[in-house]
């Protein structure tokens, strides 16, 4: 089977909406990517505050022909999202468990995972917020976006 991508303009929640996905066609694994979220979702029951420009992406797939445990897809996810952050900023990024990246002890990303039961087959959703170019101000939780990590500074201009 293919893989498929959902793109939406506008969803409450990418995880919610590979969960619709899921539940109601035959994919055993895709992604969906948004704009913007509504009512995006972090861990414990939180909520991902969410800006129009930032990454609001989720992807699912059937967990039946994979032999990992859960907890060590958690840290393989958030390597594979360190790696490409690391793209961009060459500095140090941190992994805060259980699933946030952290730059200079700020928050720059979180990875929500959430299993789901379809018939006899389990599928994990991984759902991953970036902020990339606006990040939300919360009392008691430093957060940083990519672009104030890396934009140049033009010397050159008078002010």
Same mark, same amino acid.
Do not use: H
């Given at each position: 089977? #293919?893989?498929k991508?959902?793109?939406? %303009? *506008?969803?409450? !929640?990418?995880?919610?909406?590979?969960?619709?996905?899921? /539940? @109601?066609?035959?994919?055993?694994?895709?992604?969906?990517?948004?704009?913007?979220?509504?009512?995006?979702?972090?861990?414990?029951?939180?909520?991902?505050?969410?800006?129009?420009?930032?990454?609001?992406?989720?992807?699912?797939?059937?967990?039946?022909?994979?032999?990992?445990?859960?907890?060590?897809?958690? #840290?393989?996810?958030?390597?594979?999202? %360190? *790696?490409?952050? !690391?793209?961009?900023?060459?500095?140090?990024?941190?992994? /805060? @468990?259980?699933?946030?990246?952290?730059?200079?002890?700020?928050?720059?990303?979180g990875?929500?995972?959430?299993?789901?039961?379809?018939?006899?087959?389990?599928?994990?959703?991984?759902?991953?917020?970036?902020?990339?170019?606006?990040?939300?101000?919360?009392?008691?939780?430093?957060?940083?976006?990519?672009?104030?990590?890396v934009?140049?500074?033009? %010397? *050159?201009?008078?002010?």
């Open positions: 089977m #293919k893989f991508v959902f793109r939406f %303009k *506008k969803v409450k !929640s990418t995880n919610n909406t590979a969960i619709r996905i899921i /539940k @109601k066609n035959d994919y055993d694994f895709g992604m969906i990517l948004s704009d913007i979220q509504t009512g995006g979702k972090g861990q414990y029951g939180r909520k991902w505050i969410s800006y129009k420009g930032n990454l609001f992406a989720s992807f699912f797939y059937n967990l039946n022909n994979f032999d990992t445990s859960i907890s060590k897809l958690t #840290k393989i996810n958030c390597l594979i999202v %360190k *790696k490409l952050l !690391s793209k961009y900023y060459k500095k140090k990024i941190d992994f /805060k @468990k259980p699933n946030d990246l952290m730059v200079k002890n700020k928050k720059i990303c990875i929500l995972q959430e299993t789901i039961n379809k018939f006899d087959s389990n599928f994990l959703v991984v759902g991953i917020g970036i902020n990339l170019i606006k990040n939300p101000i919360i009392k008691n939780y430093p957060t940083i976006n990519l672009y104030d990590l934009k140049k500074k033009d %010397k *050159k201009k008078n002010y």
